[in-house]
């Protein structure tokens, strides 16, 4: 199989391929929130922060993603409502990530984040 045929095979089975043409909604302008997540399954060593934030940075949500120990991953998210709910819909979707449970909880607002980070 030569490099060009592998690439595409594995785009296909990564959102990161699909990033630049996923088709986003218009959302509509409502408050600004922060909400964290904390997501139990198959969500580690499967290139789920990277992910997180990738489809955070195209819809301009900021906050973090964390690999726990307890083989959790739990994310802070601060944008709209409308833009979590997208993103979280399609992390569902990613073939090789198996979400099976996550909690979600409001926090108060960072005023001065302007990116998401990945530790």
Not at 94 to 107: G, K, Q, S
């Amino acid at each position: 199989m030569s490099i060009k045929m592998f690439w595409g095979k594995f785009k296909d089975f990564l959102l990161i391929g699909k990033s630049e043409t996923i088709n986003l909604p218009i959302f509509s302008e409502t408050k600004i929130i922060r909400k964290s997540i904390s997501f139990e399954g198959q969500v580690q060593n499967v290139g789920f922060r990277m992910e997180t934030k990738l489809l955070a940075e195209k819809l301009g949500l900021t906050g973090k993603a964390i690999n726990l120990y307890d083989g959790t991953v739990f994310v802070e998210l601060q944008g709209t409502q409308e833009k979590i709910d997208f993103l979280i819909t399609c992390l569902y979707q990613v073939r090789r990530i198996e979400i099976t449970n996550y909690t979600i909880n409001d926090l108060p607002l960072v005023e001065d984040e302007v990116s998401f980070i990945i530790r």
